[in-house]
């Protein structure tokens, strides 16, 4: 095989020898992916690419970081650590009078900064001697670098200057966690889409807390309810689940309680024999504010499940283009009031996170922006309109990914018909857009050089 593109069929088959059942809407671009992956590493034939896959870690860790979006950083959701902190902590307490210790797991815990975070949490409840933290994550030089707890400014960009000063020591731009925090987390190599859970000879089962976060969105549908399942089964009577807003949802597949809040879906596995534990997800959700009740969810059925089931088409539509239209006449501060209450309760739509994005970046609130279109991104990675904004966003926080995203877009465009008009970017076709992202490019690295001068 030669070229920077991998059929679809081989992109599969890769993707799962890593432990990833591709949706069909990110096939294109995983493949695309992948190919970049080949051609750095001078492999051109797909048959050795694989042979090599399942020998190499490097190599294997490469893939994991192209079709992946790694990104993360300490406190990434405040709405969910204030729901741990006020709800979920201290119902933990009441159910624990003999000071047993209590079990989190960060699942997909990338380079660490949401372990860390969990950690910080437990020890300003004063908890973190009773609390035993584990992680896990497919990628090895993820853990290497979880494990080694030093981070850059912009991974501290949500943590509060006391927590810096209180957790951290620093020098020369970089923050070091604490030993005595860094103690508290467990972390392990585990490909969640290839083992079998729970598995109580590895430690995993029991937990009262599991934050599996930006992972499922990544997956097919067989392979989400298989896993929603086994996370099910690895919780403790009265443990709780937590997801990000972009995963698909989980309560068709397994008899989670569930409660939607202005943090997310909140999952529970209730005490068997009906014995209801002190503190209840009503509670959980009149913290965060309640949206929409989904108690005591029947088990899935055995088929015919749509995992990701869309809202009415014309009901989008007709939010979108109002968000749109207060955006195009500069009320952006309306654009983002109807938008946030819009992704709220329609958390897979990626038209309506864009358009948040688009509100926030008009504002100038960038750090707010790039994370709506990463949501857009982790929902429909073919979107190039959203990885040109990202762009944007990223130009002076972070120019290395600011070009790793406009590159993503000078990729896909390249890829298609140069009059094709670009989708949520009606006003540009892909030859315009392709010609943008490489101004954008010469941009960044003329800024790269004019530095080292």
């Known amino acids: 095989m030669t070229g920077h593109a991998l059929p679809s069929k081989l992109a599969d088959e890769v993707a799962c020898r890593v432990g990833l059942g591709l949706p069909a809407s990110r096939k294109d671009v995983v493949a695309s992916a992948i190919g970049r992956v080949m051609a750095r590493r001078g492999i051109d034939d797909s048959s050795l690419f694989l042979h090599r896959l399942g020998l190499d870690q490097d190599l294997t860790d490469d893939v994991i970081a192209a079709i992946t979006v790694g990104e993360t950083h300490f406190f990434r959701d405040p709405d969910q650590f204030q729901l741990i902190s006020q709800a979920i902590l201290p119902e933990l307490r009441l159910r624990r009078p003999d000071g047993s210790l209590v079990r989190i797991w960060s699942v997909g815990c990338a380079t660490g900064e949401e372990p860390y975070s969990l950690a910080i949490l437990c020890d300003e409840e004063g908890l973190l001697q009773d609390v035993r933290i584990s992680a896990a994550d497919v990628s090895r030089r993820a853990l290497a670098t979880a494990k080694a707890a030093e981070y850059g400014e912009w991974s501290l960009r949500n943590t509060d200057r006391k927590l810096k000063d209180r957790y951290f020591t620093s020098g020369e731009g970089r923050f070091r966690l604490n030993e005595r925090l860094r103690r508290q987390v467990g972390f392990a190599h585990l490909n969640l889409g290839a083992v079998e859970l729970p598995a109580p000879e590895r430690g995993l089962a029991d937990f009262d807390l599991i934050l599996c976060r930006n992972?499922?969105?990544?997956?097919?549908?067989?392979?989400?309810?298989?896993?929603?399942?086994?996370?099910?089964?690895?919780?403790?009577?009265?443990?709780?689940?937590?997801?990000?807003?972009?995963?698909?949802?989980?309560?068709?597949?397994?008899?989670?309680?569930?409660?939607?809040?202005?943090?997310?879906?909140?999952?529970?596995?209730?005490?068997?024999?009906?014995?209801?534990?002190?503190?209840?997800?009503?509670?959980?959700?009149?913290?965060?504010?309640?949206?929409?009740?989904?108690?005591?969810?029947?088990?899935?059925?055995?088929?015919?499940?749509?995992?990701?089931?869309?809202?009415?088409?014309?009901?989008?539509?007709?939010?979108?283009?109002?968000?749109?239209?207060?955006?195009?006449?500069?009320?952006?501060?309306?654009?983002?009031?109807?938008?946030?209450?819009?992704?709220?309760?329609?958390p897979l739509s990626a038209e309506l996170h864009f358009l948040q994005g688009l509100s926030q970046m008009a504002d100038g609130q960038t750090d707010a922006a790039a994370a709506a279109l990463r949501r857009v991104v982790y929902l429909d990675g073919s979107l190039a309109a959203a990885q040109f904004f990202l762009g944007v966003c990223l130009t002076h926080s972070d120019p290395q990914a600011s070009q790793r995203a406009f590159e993503n877009v000078l990729q896909f465009c390249l890829s298609r018909p140069p009059r094709e008009r670009v989708a949520l970017m009606s006003e540009a076709t892909a030859g315009d857009l392709a010609e943008r992202a490489r101004r954008e490019i010469g941009k960044i690295q003329r800024g790269r050089g004019s530095k080292r001068l």
């Open 215 to 346: 992972v499922l969105v990544y997956l097919d549908a067989s392979t989400v309810r298989r896993i929603a399942r086994q996370l099910f089964a690895c919780l403790a009577d009265g443990g709780w689940l937590l997801t990000a807003p972009t995963d698909p949802p989980l309560w068709k597949y397994a008899p989670f309680e569930t409660s939607i809040t202005s943090g997310g879906v909140v999952y529970r596995r209730m005490i068997a024999h009906g014995d209801t534990p002190r503190g209840s997800t009503a509670g959980v959700a009149s913290i965060l504010g309640h949206k929409k009740p989904v108690a005591h969810v029947s088990p899935p059925r055995a088929c015919g499940m749509d995992e990701r089931k869309t809202p009415d088409d014309k009901a989008l539509k007709a939010i979108a283009r109002q968000i749109r239209w207060r955006y195009e006449l500069g009320e952006t501060r309306e654009a983002q009031r109807l938008a946030a209450q819009a992704v709220q309760s329609h």
